[in-house]
């Protein structure tokens, strides 16, 4: 019904009408005239005698290139940006039943989730309003909600009730939407409740202040010094003062002063010179004499010889890939001495065993694994070997978001800012690759080419793929 054509670096679509009086002419002048935001305008040519619609398929992306993989905040808001034309098509006298359901024909925004479908003015070409179920039905199967994982199953239970439809399904979003982006807030208490609290308050401040004063007797009674007979010392009774006394000094010298006077010794410090370590306060006979010990049994480094015995040896082993011959150095094009040698990275398998993970020349003819070698680059720093897993049948190739987590199949780092989260994919095909620019930003170069958003490129190998934006780029070469 549909057919993609490409032509001059623009992408549409186009669809032949083989009897005038099978368009829906109404339908006609509302797309041509007041085309709302959710729909593709068409453009009406003649072609030989026979009537051809054109739609342009820009801004955004083919829905069969979105990822499956979501938070639930962002399938609901793509699901509800979905569902919500099939609501609003009555405001232009439209028929909802005319819509496109097909993942290559409905676009995604690039920087935000809006929808916009292709609409068939045709009276012969309509979906059932069973079609349209079993459409967002097989949606919903398709995608994987990351941080809730039963939420699909709550949908699939409102869409297949005997009484569904697209709008149940869409209050159904709408409130969970409402729920989780605004938590509901606690009722305002009466002002009746308050007054009670404050006069309470209020009443009750005499007696607080009366076991406050309480409480503070005591403690200044317990603060006053009581008066103590002369020649002794406080807290010891005056006939035991003197052999007290004694006691103290004769243990102070032989085992050291449990409890050395502060202020002392930061003045004793201050006063000996910083070549010499002081000497420490209250060490006594015993102590002195089991330092002295321990200086002449203990080296200064023990603790690092200590260490250095704990630690075990690193071996230094030579990883495989080194014993590959290395390809020749791809030199300067402007003539200068700067070569960028490429090389072949391993991938380091859990039981440590460190064989790579390249596979021989014979079995790069299934095309699953893609290997792109980087050529140049500026203003950025970029592996040199990029190896890509196809055996799911497709990768993206973007880069990670400003909190490091990743939004492709294979992702730069987040500070290759001029290459987008999702830029490319590539497909195998045959015995060679096609390669898509998925609505980036910057554009896509293939071998001098620049790539059309949305519409699949042939890759073969010695193709480079350049991605520029100013004076940043980067240049890949498929091995």
């Given at each position: 019904?549909?057919?993609?054509?490409?032509?001059?670096?623009?992408?549409?679509?186009?669809?032949?009408?083989a009897?005038?009086?099978?368009?829906?002419?109404i339908?006609v002048k509302v797309?041509r005239?007041?085309?709302?935001d959710?729909?593709?305008?068409?453009?009406?040519?003649?072609?030989?005698g026979e009537?051809?619609?054109?739609?342009?398929?820009t801004d955004?992306?083919r829905?069969?290139?979105?990822?499956?993989?979501?938070k639930k905040r962002?399938?609901i808001?793509?699901l509800?940006?979905?569902i919500q034309p099939?609501?609003a098509?009555?405001?232009w006298f439209l028929?909802?039943?005319n819509f496109?359901l097909d993942?290559?024909?409905?676009?995604v925004?690039?920087n935000e989730?809006?929808?916009?479908?292709?609409?068939?003015?045709?009276k012969?070409?309509?979906n059932?309003d069973?079609?349209i179920?079993?459409?967002?039905a097989?949606?919903?199967?398709?995608?994987?909600?990351?941080?809730?994982?039963s939420?699909t199953?709550?949908?699939l239970?409102?869409?297949?009730?005997?009484?569904?439809?697209?709008?149940?399904?869409?209050e159904?979003?709408?409130?969970?939407?409402?729920?989780?982006k605004a938590a509901?807030l606690?009722?305002?208490k009466p002002?009746?409740d308050?007054m009670?609290?404050i006069?309470s308050f209020?009443?009750?401040?005499?007696e607080?202040?009366?076991?406050?004063?309480e409480?503070?007797?005591?403690?200044k009674a317990?603060?006053?010094?009581?008066?103590?007979?002369?020649?002794?010392r406080?807290g010891?009774?005056s006939?035991?003062y003197g052999?007290?006394?004694e006691e103290?000094?004769?243990i102070?010298?032989l085992?050291g002063?449990d409890?050395?006077?502060?202020?002392k010794d930061?003045?004793?410090k201050e006063?000996?010179?910083?070549e010499k370590a002081p000497?420490?306060k209250?060490?006594?006979l015993?102590g002195?004499l089991k330092g002295?010990?321990?200086?002449?049994?203990?080296?200064?480094?023990?603790l690092a010889?200590f260490?250095?015995?704990?630690e075990?040896?690193?071996?230094?082993?030579t990883?495989k890939w080194?014993?590959?011959?290395?390809?020749?150095?791809?030199s300067d094009?402007?003539?200068g001495e700067d070569t960028?040698?490429a090389y072949?990275?391993?991938v380091?398998e859990?039981?440590g065993d460190?064989?790579t993970?390249?596979a021989?020349?014979?079995?790069?003819?299934?095309n699953?694994?893609i290997r792109l070698r980087?050529?140049?680059?500026?203003?950025?720093?970029?592996p040199?070997?990029?190896e890509i897993d196809l055996?799911k049948?497709?990768a993206t190739i973007g880069?990670?978001?400003k909190?490091g987590e990743?939004c492709?199949?294979?992702n730069f780092?987040a500070?290759?800012s001029f290459?987008?989260?999702?830029h490319f994919?590539?497909e195998?095909s045959?015995?060679?690759?096609?390669?898509?620019d998925?609505?980036s930003?910057?554009?896509?170069?293939?071998?001098g080419?620049?790539?059309t958003p949305n519409?699949?490129?042939?890759?073969?190998?010695?193709?480079?793929?350049?991605?520029v934006?100013?004076k940043r780029?980067?240049?890949y070469?498929v091995?």
């Amino acid at each position: 019904m549909l057919t993609d054509v490409s032509d001059a670096n623009k992408s549409y679509t186009k669809l032949e009408v083989a009897e005038k009086s099978d368009l829906d002419l109404i339908a006609v002048k509302v797309l041509r005239k007041d085309c709302p935001d959710f729909l593709f305008p068409l453009k009406m040519m003649e072609i030989d005698g026979e009537t051809e619609i054109r739609y342009e398929l820009t801004d955004g992306v083919r829905f069969c290139y979105m990822p499956t993989q979501m938070k639930k905040r962002e399938f609901i808001e793509l699901l509800t940006n979905l569902i919500q034309p099939f609501k609003a098509c009555s405001d232009w006298f439209l028929d909802y039943h005319n819509f496109v359901l097909d993942e290559n024909y409905i676009l995604v925004g690039k920087n935000e989730q809006s929808v916009k479908y292709i609409y068939v003015p045709t009276k012969s070409q309509t979906n059932s309003d069973q079609e349209i179920i079993s459409f967002f039905a097989g949606l919903i199967l398709k995608m994987d909600i990351k941080d809730d994982q039963s939420y699909t199953v709550d949908l699939l239970r409102v869409i297949k009730s005997s009484n569904a439809n697209l709008m149940t399904l869409l209050e159904h979003l709408q409130k969970d939407h409402v729920e989780k982006k605004a938590a509901p807030l606690a009722p305002p208490k009466p002002a009746e409740d308050h007054m009670k609290k404050i006069v309470s308050f209020v009443q009750d401040i005499p007696e607080k202040m009366a076991e406050k004063k309480e409480k503070q007797e005591p403690v200044k009674a317990e603060k006053k010094t009581p008066v103590r007979e002369q020649g002794t010392r406080p807290g010891i009774s005056s006939g035991a003062y003197g052999k007290s006394d004694e006691e103290n000094r004769l243990i102070n010298n032989l085992f050291g002063d449990d409890e050395p006077d502060k202020k002392k010794d930061r003045k004793k410090k201050e006063k000996q010179p910083k070549e010499k370590a002081p000497k420490e306060k209250g060490a006594g006979l015993f102590g002195f004499l089991k330092g002295k010990k321990k200086e002449e049994e203990e080296p200064e480094d023990l603790l690092a010889g200590f260490k250095k015995a704990a630690e075990p040896e690193k071996v230094q082993s030579t990883p495989k890939w080194e014993s590959v011959p290395t390809p020749a150095p791809v030199s300067d094009p402007a003539g200068g001495e700067d070569t960028v040698e490429a090389y072949r990275s391993y991938v380091q398998e859990e039981d440590g065993d460190d064989s790579t993970a390249i596979a021989g020349d014979g079995e790069l003819d299934d095309n699953r694994v893609i290997r792109l070698r980087l050529e140049d680059c500026a203003g950025c720093t970029c592996p040199k070997f990029i190896e890509i897993d196809l055996r799911k049948g497709h990768a993206t190739i973007g880069r990670m978001d400003k909190n490091g987590e990743p939004c492709s199949d294979y992702n730069f780092d987040a500070a290759v800012s001029f290459v987008s989260r999702r830029h490319f994919r590539i497909e195998p095909s045959g015995n060679e690759w096609q390669i898509i620019d998925i609505g980036s930003s910057n554009g896509t170069i293939v071998s001098g080419e620049n790539l059309t958003p949305n519409m699949p490129h042939t890759l073969k190998r010695n193709d480079t793929i350049m991605i520029v934006c100013k004076k940043r780029f980067m240049i890949y070469r498929v091995c």
